[in-house]
């Protein structure tokens, strides 16, 4: 007599913590007024590869 229920329940993104998003490194090179090149650093934030910007997982 126990109907299924079906309810689907997010729960928060174990890889971003609920942003839906994720920080990521670039490595680049820039050349300074003498032209030497200088390594650097960025960090960026993009869409997160495990729940894809929603903020949820399902399962
Ligand atoms: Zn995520």
């Known amino acids: 007599m126990s109907g299924p229920q079906a309810r689907l329940q997010g729960r928060i ?3 971003c913590g609920g942003t839906g ?4 490194e ?3 090179h820039e ?3 003498n032209g ?3 390594p650097q ?4 934030l993009s ?3 495990l729940c894809g910007g ?3 997982v399902y399962g």
């Open 13 to 15: 993104c174990p890889a």
């Open 21 to 24: 998003l994720t920080e990521k």
């Open 26 to 28: 670039r490595h680049t």
């Open 36 to 38: 030497n090149l200088i």
């Open 47 to 49: 869409a997160c590869t």
């Open 54 to 56: 929603s903020k949820v």
């Open 41 to 44: 650093v960025n960090r960026f």
């Open 31 to 33: 050349a300074d007024s």
